[in-house]
């Protein structure tokens, strides 16, 4: 039987994997709201990210969010007054990652690292979301050139993230779409975001590493735009976007993680049954030819023994048995991500 990493260099090759892969087959370090990676304060005391933000943790939402009324920035043009980058090479890449990935089996497993905010998502952090939509409008040179900025920066900071975690996949974080529609026109993201996005993702490839995008609503419209600058991989795959039509479309190019209904498991009234039966279809819809990793978030965990214990027992109708097939359910934690604030 083939190693954990094994299957999962499968998957993101667009091959069918020997057996279902699950999120915890990876060695995986998530650097967003860190003690040193500090793009979202995490970290109790800590309310100000490094560019400045004032942040507050919201319990409904379970995440820390920009502080209402206390934007960073409230005028795009004068955007290299107020923002101020991080100097990446005083922090301790050394020592942070060596503690991260102690335990990490290389040998075994795939290592993934996660790094939030990318050019949109930086945006409307520090300005209000009405404000950002409305300065791509009014002011699209200068969106452009911050876009650009935070390019840069991004670049810079997974080239030392890359150099001492030694990731196989970076996925970044950059959120275009809501639950039913881009935030903006799909030409005004082609414009202002693309060419800068674009020069992201081929700095991580040109280290050798797998680029995967995180964007968590609609994203349809751009997809072939996304694959047109090298993006193979992509998560969580909201079903706004129509789950079937993407197999049907990116089966055997593009590696989607994620694909489960997780509004549906965070309805109030929501039965078992539905849960198990959204499992069952979109594994039905997504195993079939690989190119699928099952990846359920949630900022709750009312029915994670029930997901997990559902999705363990869809597996077994796909591929060959898994390497750790029989184990307790609750050991296997068969991918489920559940937010929890510190």
Not at 134 to 159: N, S, T
Request: glycine residues 6%.
């Amino acid at each position: 039987m083939i190693t954990l990493k094994e299957n999962m260099q499968l998957v993101y090759s667009h091959k069918e994997p020997e057996y279902m892969p699950f999120m915890t087959d990876f060695n995986s370090a998530f650097l967003v709201g860190t003690d040193f990676v500090n793009e979202r304060p995490e970290i109790p005391g800590v309310n100000k990210d490094w560019f400045g933000q004032s942040w507050t943790w919201e319990e409904k939402t379970a995440a820390c969010n920009p502080t209402p009324g206390c934007p960073l920035l409230t005028d795009i043009t004068r955007w290299k007054e107020v923002l101020t980058f991080p100097d990446l090479d005083k922090l301790d890449w050394e020592g942070h990652a060596a503690k991260d990935t102690a335990g990490w089996d290389r040998d075994r497993r795939f290592s993934r690292i996660t790094i939030g905010f990318g050019l949109w998502e930086r945006l409307f952090s520090i300005m209000p979301f009405e404000d950002a939509l409305c300065a791509l409008v009014e002011e699209p040179e200068a969106c452009y050139d911050f876009f650009g900025a935070i390019a840069d920066h991004k670049i810079r900071l997974h080239e030392r993230a890359i150099q001492y975690y030694k990731p196989d996949v970076l996925v970044m974080h950059d959120d275009y779409g809501n639950n039913k529609n881009l935030f903006m026109a799909p030409e005004t993201w082609r414009k202002l975001i693309k060419p800068h996005l674009k020069r992201v993702v081929e700095s991580v490839q040109s280290q050798g590493v797998i680029y995967e995008h995180h964007n968590c609503g609609y994203f349809r419209s751009i997809l072939d735009d996304m694959q047109e600058i090298g993006i193979g991989a992509t998560n969580p795959v909201h079903v706004s976007n129509d789950i079937a039509d993407l197999k049907k479309k990116y089966g055997g190019r593009l590696t989607m993680v994620g694909a489960l209904d997780i509004q549906l498991f965070g309805r109030p009234n929501v039965t078992e049954e539905e849960i198990r039966q959204n499992i069952r279809d979109t594994f039905s819809i997504m195993a079939p030819g690989g190119d699928f990793i099952p990846m359920c978030a949630v900022a709750y965990s009312a029915h994670e023994d029930l997901i997990n214990r559902e999705m363990v027992e869809c597996a077994k109708d796909y591929y060959g048995p898994r390497p750790d097939e029989g184990q307790p359910v609750d050991l296997l934690d068969a991918g489920i991500a559940v937010v929890k604030h510190k």
